[in-house]
């Protein structure tokens, strides 16, 4: 409660202030009425002027006595109901700002940012304050959100599907949460990809195709029933998420080389499509990038470009195709064929596509992270003209 004490004190400051000043204005004159009536009955009775001026000062001097101790009592009266006021202002404010737990939630959120330089039995405390909190407020989808990703980076697998599926009541279309949901469920489930797993999954990714969870849980339920083909297109888009170099990047690139030795060692068939394109890639898609009249091409150059091919018409935001490149110089092309193809998806398998762009100052995609974004409908798989497409702020 230390932190009560200041906004105590300036309570207290404030209703200093007031009963200070405030008495000097805060009086009302009262007249007698007795006074004046005698004097009256005495102006009747007689007419000798001496007398008569003896009880005018007499009136004044009784009226001035009358009036000084009716102020006093007056201001008395004023401080006590100023005081009571201040002490009930004081009072309602500190039982309002308990009861409602502002200070708690404050406190809790201090807390949040300091992890950094926090200790393991610092963050022990937290999580068991968190979780007090959460049981008085269990509406609150904050405090569910972040035990979730507590518990479940400790390895408390089913309680952290118990805080999601509380969130999925509230939001039932967070690909975020459907994708934690999904990834817990496949933990509990001894790392198996079940149906509802998987369905929630793939609907974070309808809805959000760069939604790591939600990747990383069908690229291992995938790899885990030998589906190295799908398997391998998850890992792709996991890894084009990432920063080349990063450790995250690295170890999506150990995965796929893992993938590929697999299948290689089980005579698979079917080949997945390689980074590179080869000669016989399938039906492609060429696209001419370049910017609107009066954008300044040197602001957005070295940024991110993505590059994103979707089934014509299709109303689902998840990719068939994706392309990752570094903006050189304006205006550039890109070309998409099978080897861009994400998520076991085979992008000759279209008749047309449509075509959207997107340049990311902080290299992750998606729309809300495009400073420049353009796009193109219904175009042409295997056309040998390039599709332009103008991207506008």
């Known amino acids: 409660m230390n932190d009560l004490f200041p906004i105590a004190a300036g309570l207290c400051a404030i209703a200093a202030v007031f009963l200070t000043i405030l008495p000097t204005f805060w009086t009302r004159q009262i007249d007698g009425d007795s006074l004046d009536d005698w004097l009256t009955v005495r102006k009747a009775e007689t007419d000798d002027a001496e007398l008569l001026s003896d009880a005018q000062l007499r009136v004044w001097d009784d009226k001035d006595s009358e009036q000084t101790m009716r102020l006093i009592e007056g201001s008395t009266s004023s401080w006590r109901y100023q005081i009571a006021l201040v002490v009930g202002l004081i009072t309602a404010t500190l039982v309002i700002y308990d009861g409602l737990g502002a200070y708690e939630d404050v406190q809790i959120t201090r807390a949040i940012v300091d992890l950094g330089n926090a200790s393991p039995d610092d963050v022990t405390k937290l999580v068991t304050r968190i979780e007090q ?168 150059t070295g940024l991110t470009a993505f590059v994103i091919a979707r089934p014509a018409g299709s109303q689902m935001r998840m990719p068939t195709a994706v392309s990752r490149y570094t903006v050189g110089e304006w205006p550039f092309s890109v070309t998409l064929t099978d080897a861009n193809s994400m998520a076991g998806q085979s992008l000759s398998a279209l008749n047309s596509v449509d075509i959207e762009v997107q340049v990311s100052q902080n290299g992750q995609p998606g729309l809300a992270n495009a400073a420049l974004s353009g796009s193109a409908s219904n175009v042409s798989l295997g056309d040998s003209v390039e599709t332009v497409v103008v991207l506008t702020p």
Do not use: C
């Open 133 to 300: 909190r959460s049981s008085e407020r269990p509406k609150n989808l904050d405090y569910r959100s972040l035990l979730g990703e507590y518990y479940i980076s400790t390895g408390r697998a089913s309680e952290a599907l118990e805080n999601f599926e509380a969130i999925l009541e509230e939001a039932p279309e967070s690909p975020d949460v459907l994708g934690r949901a999904a990834q817990a469920e496949f933990i509990v489930n001894g790392q198996t990809l079940n149906a509802r797993a998987q369905q929630r999954a793939e609907r974070a990714l309808a809805s959000d195709p760069r939604q790591k969870s939600a990747l990383a849980t069908l690229a291992m339920g995938e790899f885990g029933q030998g589906n190295y083909i799908e398997a391998i297109g998850y890992m792709r888009v996991l890894r084009d998420l990432e920063i080349p170099g990063s450790e995250a990047h690295e170890l999506m690139k150990s995965a796929i080389a893992e993938s590929e030795s697999r299948m290689a060692q089980a005579g698979t068939q079917r080949v997945a499509p390689t980074d590179t394109p080869p000669a016989d890639a399938g039906a492609g898609v060429e696209i001419l990038v370049s910017l609107d009249e009066g954008v300044d091409a040197s602001a957005f």
